[in-house]
């Protein structure tokens, strides 16, 4: 007569473990000259999030993406990527890894037609892919539609979307998207943050820096607040959301 075995199981109440870190930063300095834009700063970003990373104007939001995409050479501290160290590699080095930024300001090339901007976010494949050109031209139909046209010539949304869209054409795991919606209309606003749920739920991890900070915790599963370079707040995006200082400096709301 055999013993039945009884297997551990999984119930509804047991919490999952968290997914494997994609991105982690750890005690990161930048300095410009004697100027310390980040001081110290800690974060951890796993596969399948979406993370916000709010704070004021010159708070370091944007220094953070652009020394995690080698834009910027730490000072000290660690930048890791899939558990590699890549603090101090090259940015073209770290987009062929798999971390594609869209930047502040977008930035296309203006003299380009939308379709030459795509395949600029292609280089690291040598060849444009028809399957990258056909998922950008799915998420955003407008570029198909303008693919002939000179990307100086186009809407701001429309740029937004091409700067998006030209990240995702080197099909990175981690997405870094800074200020998405600035200086857009409320409706192209929306359509920005349905796309990049949409981007995130196709499986590319997303760090957000935003100003709308409403917008950004709404799609996020966890934020981080920096403050003159250095994390202050650290939270799942609904707590922030309902937190009254987080309310009261981001979201316009008086503390009663």
């Known amino acids: 007569m055999t013993t039945a075995t009884h297997l551990p199981h999984r119930t509804a109440a047991t919490p999952r473990p968290p997914a494997p870190a994609i991105l982690e930063l750890a005690g990161l300095h930048v300095s410009y000259g004697a100027i310390g834009a980040l001081r110290g700063i800690d974060m951890v970003v796993r596969e399948g999030e979406v993370v916000a990373l709010l704070g004021a104007n010159g708070a370091g939001k944007t220094t953070t993406l652009r020394t995690i ?7 000290s501290g660690e930048v890791r990527f899939c558990g590699e160290r ?5 940015s073209h080095t770290v987009v062929g890894l ?26 690291r494949f040598k060849r444009l892919r028809q399957e990258d050109l056909d998922r950008v031209f799915a998420l955003f139909p407008r570029l198909a539609e303008r693919r002939t046209q000179q990307a100086g010539t186009l809407s701001g949304g429309e740029q937004q979307m091409l700067a998006m869209g030209r990240a995702l054409m080197g099909r990175p795991e981690l997405l870094l998207l800074d200020e998405p919606s600035m200086g857009l209309a409320p409706l192209i606003v929306a359509q920005i943050f349905e796309i990049i749920k949409e981007i995130n739920a196709q499986g590319t991890t997303v760090l957000l820096v935003e100003q709308n900070a409403a917008q950004a915790l709404k799609i996020a599963d966890r934020g981080y607040v920096l403050e003159t370079g250095r994390i202050t707040l650290h939270a799942p995006a609904h707590e922030l ?10 979201l316009g709301e008086a503390t009663g």
Do not use: C, K, Q
């Not at 930024?101 to 600029?120: I, Q, Y």
């Open 98 to 123: 798999g971390i594609g930024h869209s930047p502040e300001g977008r930035r296309v090339f203006a003299d380009m037609t939308v379709l030459e901007n795509l395949h600029m976010g292609a280089y």
């Open 69 to 75: 995409s080698g834009l910027h050479v730490p000072t």
């Open 86 to 90: 890549v603090d101090g590699v090259p």
């Open 241 to 250: 959301l309902d937190d009254p200082r987080i309310r009261a400096a981001y």
